[in-house]
């Protein structure tokens, strides 16, 4: 074997469990954070306790439903009244590219790479709405 082919060869071995550890980061299922999600949304614009309550129980709600699931390359994101299937990619600084997304009905869904971001960070996943600026906040099961 020529020491070409066994240089790109022991890269190519060396950089599996790299890609393989990269995704056992997300691998699981991820629940909504509300207390870190409710912080954020109001950390720029406080709001009157009533409003936050009401928020914070909104919320509290959507939990009880709302994950995220990594399985391989495959995402599913469960709203409680419906479920999308994703392939996804790694994006730059920890960013998850989603494609192929469809809902249960088979129909392409709204979970837009150019409208929503999916990122790590700090051990949270956070789905950002790009046009609002706000994030939602999930931890790992």
């Known amino acids: ?3 070409r082919t066994a240089l790109a060869l022991s890269f190519a ?3 599996v469990p790299a890609v393989a550890s ?3 980061k997300l691998e699981g299922t991820w629940n909504l954070d509300v207390p870190a999600t409710v912080k954020l949304m109001t950390a720029k614009q406080p709001l009157p ?4 309550k009401a928020m914070t129980d909104e919320m509290g709600k959507m939990s009880q439903q709302f994950s995220l699931k990594f399985v391989g390359k495959q995402l599913e994101a469960n709203t409680g009244e419906d479920v999308t299937k994703c392939d996804w990619s790694w994006g730059k600084d920890d960013e998850v ?4 997304c469809l809902n249960s009905k088979g129909k392409p869904n709204d979970l837009d790479p150019e409208r929503e971001a999916i990122q790590l960070k700090g051990g949270a996943l956070y789905l950002i709405n790009k046009a609002e600026g706000n994030a939602i906040v999930f931890r790992r099961k």
């Open 1 to 3: 074997m020529k020491f």
């Open 22 to 24: 990269a995704d056992a």
């Open 97 to 100: 590219v989603t494609k192929n």
């Open 13 to 15: 071995l060396w950089a």
């Open 49 to 52: 306790p009533d409003q936050l």
